[in-house]
């Protein structure tokens, strides 16, 4: 780890959209059109927060198709546990996802 890695890492924590997004993988993997129902926020807007998020290596992408799924990464930073560990839970929103049959809509 060097100086720019930490400087992208803050940066990425320095936001309360990215902290919500992590706060939301921390519960499962979701895909950017699901990140978009939850957050109210246009898919250009949430691509660049995840760019923002990947660049910081804290999420890492997988492709399933033309849809692009978000996991937590952050395994270079020891100390990113304790930073998943103070955010609110967002289990309740993935919760209403769900039950409103908009979990997993880009398959």
């Known amino acids: ?7 992208e890492y ?8 990215r ?3 992590l706060a939301l993988l921390k519960v499962e993997d ?4 699901e990140l978009v129902e939850i ?3 246009s898919q250009p807007a ?5 760019r923002k998020l990947k660049n910081a290596k804290l999420v890492k992408e997988r492709r399933s198709g033309q849809w692009v ?17 103070s955010l609110p839970s967002a289990s309740e ?4 996802l769900k039950a409103s049959g908009l979990k997993v809509l880009c398959d």
């Open 93 to 96: 929103e993935i919760k209403q």
């Open 19 to 21: 902290l919500r997004i």
């Open 30 to 33: 979701l895909c950017v059109c």
């Open 1 to 7: 780890m060097d100086w720019g890695d930490l400087v």
């Open 69 to 85: 799924f978000y996991s937590l990464d952050g395994s270079m930073y020891p100390f990113f546990e304790k930073v998943l560990q």
């Open 46 to 50: 949430v691509s660049q927060h995840m």
């Open 39 to 41: 957050l109210q926020i």
């Open 10 to 17: 803050h940066k990425a924590l320095s936001d309360k959209t």
